[in-house]
């Protein structure tokens, strides 16, 4: 595995906001009940609960994106 593809830890930040979408989506479609702030309030409260019970949760890096140039191919052909 390389250093690029290890996951690292997630920052309270990450955690926070993956947390405060899920609150407030489920997909694509959002829960009319819920508003951002009140998913945000409860994704910070959830996230300080984390931390104080010692969890650490990893992220995995982005993925890079798929390159379309022919050159970077490596069963590409020289162009005569």
């Known amino acids: ?9 997630a920052t309270p930040e990450e955690l926070a906001e993956a947390l405060s979408f899920a609150l407030r989506f489920n997909g694509r479609r959002s829960f ?6 009140m998913a945000r309030i409860t994704a ?6 984390l931390v104080r019970s010692g969890f650490e949760v990893t992220k995995r890096p982005a993925a890079t994106a798929p390159s379309t140039s022919a050159h970077s191919h490596p069963l590409a052909k020289p162009i005569d």
Do not use: C, F, G, I
Request: glycine letters at 0%.
């Open 1 to 9: 595995m390389s250093d690029h593809s290890k996951p690292r830890l």
């Open 32 to 37: 009319p009940q819920s508003t951002a702030l």
């Open 44 to 49: 910070e409260h959830l996230v300080q609960h």
